[in-house]
Structures are given as structure tokens and as C-alpha cells.
């Protein structure tokens, strides 16, 4: 089955506009995280916005926000006043559980690319 | 830098062949993993460690081992290569405990295999 899901495989948007990438999650665990990554063409994985499942409050870093619905198992990523440097692949990725040795699986979705016009 | 190291960044190899992929971290930290990634597929779990000894098995372990002797390394083998493994390779590393949730990803090694 699959853990996380991106049901959007491109995404076109015009500068200075907000965009909203989807994901969707699937886990029986209490304690799980939630991340985004964005990975220009250059190749590098980026960090950008991370969510614990036991968080009251939405992430926010900068431009970045997570809208984070638990009962929908859902963890959008909302991009505000997009830049042409936004152009990318965006993974969303989830991280399960914390077992006693601290091993915790970090699994991915398939990604969006997201490309900004001006 | 501190940082994630991968080597080589590109290798081309005949089937058949072997190799070793090498991940080197400097941050002490305990998790390490290795991640392909294919396109249309995201990135996958090949194989992961918590520290020096242990090691386990992610969503795609087939044709390649691993080991972690120490703390800083965790190299990937493929011992027989298969053009099925060409790829993009992903080593990752992060601390562990509640207190850390971040994960350094390397740069990557782009392999090809004819």
C-alpha cells in the first residue's frame, strides 16, 4: 500500500501567486513526522518544513506553511508569492514511529514538479 | 563542511561488475541510509543503519549489501551490477532521539550500468 501520496505530477504556476502541493498519508502509528523536500535540477535534496504528529499548530518556515489535517491524513504544502527559483521537484515524506534501537524509515511520495512562469 | 559526502558523483559500469558507493558524515549521527531514485518513482529505501553494527534492510535491498564499522561511514556494494540498477543514489544521515528531526542528504551518485 502505498504510505504517501502526491496525486499531482506537474503543477504550472504564474509568479507572485500562492500554490498548494498535495500529499496524502497512511500510517496505523501515533507518533509520526511529516516532511517536504524540494530538489531543484541540480539534484540536491532540500529541507524545507517538517510536522510532528503531535503538533497543535501548522508548520510555517518563511514562504513555506504546511497545512497539517490529521483526520484527512493529509499535509499540503502551501508556497506563498511563488519565485521563479521555486521551480523544482517537491517530495513530501513521512517518517514512522520511533522504535527502541531509533531506527525510523523515512518513506517518499513520487513528487510534483512544480514550474513557475514569469 | 560538515556535511554528507558521496563518491563518486557519476560511474559508469558493465554488467556484471562491482562497486562500492561511499557515504561519509561528520556529525556524529547515529542513522544513516541509503535511497535510490528512479524516475517516476521517488526515492527508495535500500538499506539503513542506527550505528556502528547494526544495519537492516529498507523497501528495495536486492543486489546490494552494506556495513557500518564506524560511526562515519556506511558504504553501498552492488556485487553483481545490472543495468536494472541504474540510478540516482541518495545516502542520508540524521541523529537520532525526539530532539532531532532533520536529515542531510549527500549530493548524490549518478550510476549507469550498460
Known amino acids: 500500500a502505498q504510505k504517501i501520496t502526491q496525486t499531482q505530477p506537474g503543477m504550472f504556476v504564474q509568479e507572485k501567486e500562492a500554490v498548494t502541493l498535495d500529499c496524502t498519508y497512511d500510517t496505523s502509528d501515533p507518533s509520526y513526522g511529516l516532511f517536504w523536500y524540494k530538489q531543484p535540477s541540480s539534484g540536491e535534496m532540500i529541507f524545507l518544513i517538517y510536522q510532528g504528529s503531535y503538533d497543535q499548530q501548522n508548520a510555517t518556515e518563511g514562504r513555506y506553511s504546511l497545512n497539517f489535517q490529521k483526520a484527512r491524513k493529509s499535509a499540503n504544502l502551501v508556497i506563498s508569492a511563488s519565485q521563479l527559483g521555486d521551480s523544482a521537484m517537491y517530495f513530501c515524506?513521512?517518517?514512522?514511529?520511533?522504535?527502541?534501537?531509533?531506527?525510523?524509515?523515512?518513506?517518499f511520495g513520487q513528487g510534483t514538479r512544480l514550474t513557475i512562469n514569469p | 563542511n560538515a556535511g554528507v559526502t558521496q563518491t563518486p558523483k557519476f560511474q559508469v559500469l558493465k554488467t556484471g561488475q562491482s562497486m562500492t558507493l561511499q557515504c561519509a558524515q561528520d556529525m556524529n549521527h547515529e542513522y544513516m541510509s541509503w535511497y535510490r531514485q528512479d524516475p517516476g518513482m521517488g526515492l527508495r529505501l535500500i538499506h539503513y543503519?542506527?550505528?556502528?553494527?547494526?544495519?537492516d534492510q529498507g523497501e528495495v535491498p536486492n543486489g546490494y549489501n552494506v556495513s557500518r564499522s564506524t560511526t562515519e561511514d556506511f558504504p553501498l556494494r552492488l556485487l553483481l551490477a545490472a543495468p536494472s540498477q541504474t540510478s540516482v543514489y541518495f545516502c542520508?544521515?540524521?541523529?537520532?532521539?525526539?530532539?532531532?528531526?532533520?536529515?542531510?542528504f549527500g549530493s548524490g551518485t549518478r550510476l549507469t550500468v550498460v
Open positions: 542520508a544521515s540524521r541523529a537520532l532521539g525526539r530532539g532531532n528531526y532533520g536529515y542531510t
Open positions: 543503519s542506527v550505528g556502528a553494527g547494526i544495519t
Open positions: 515524506a513521512m517518517r514512522e514511529g520511533l522504535r527502541r534501537d531509533g531506527a525510523q524509515k523515512l518513506v
